[in-house]
């Protein structure tokens, strides 16, 4: 079975809320329970300098090292989502000469749908790192 980890950020909160270990059947129930309106009301009611994050949701796949974080950009009922794919990747370094493994090589893609954003996260948690790696906009 794998194990995850999940986390969250609220928009007017200046530390990442870790939401800690999940099970991989409360995941999904648990995003799709996300308010994401009240967040953008909240970042649109707060001053510039007191927003930290857009709102955001974080699983990690702790076995294999893979994130993806879920983020809404837009105003209330008017919203896109933006994933980004974190996983650990063989990257050239020096002129291509020495290849080191990068755990932090990320790739951001708009997901402009709810839908799509499940699509992604379903795939995590099944492990499924070529549908992964197939949607990323390289």
């Known amino acids: 079975m794998m194990e995850f980890r999940a986390f969250f950020c609220d928009p007017v909160e200046a530390d990442i809320i870790d939401l800690g270990d999940m099970a991989q059947d409360t995941i999904m129930d648990t995003f799709e ?19 930290y994050f857009h709102p955001t949701f974080g699983v ?9 974080t879920i983020s809404v950009i837009g105003e209330p009922d008017n919203y896109e989502f933006k994933v980004t794919y974190k996983s650990p990747q063989k990257v050239k370094s020096f002129f291509g000469l020495n290849d080191q493994i990068s755990d ?35």
Request: proline share 0%; glycine share 2%.
């Open 33 to 51: 329970k996300i308010d994401w309106n009240e967040y953008l009301q909240k970042s649109i009611n707060a001053k510039l300098d007191e927003i």
């Open 60 to 68: 990690e796949n702790k076995k294999s090292g893979n994130e993806l």
């Open 104 to 138: 932090n090589y990320s790739t951001v893609t708009q997901a402009t749908t709810k839908n799509d954003a499940i699509d992604w996260l379903n795939a995590l948690l099944r492990n499924d790192t070529a549908y992964l790696e197939s949607r990323v906009d390289h």
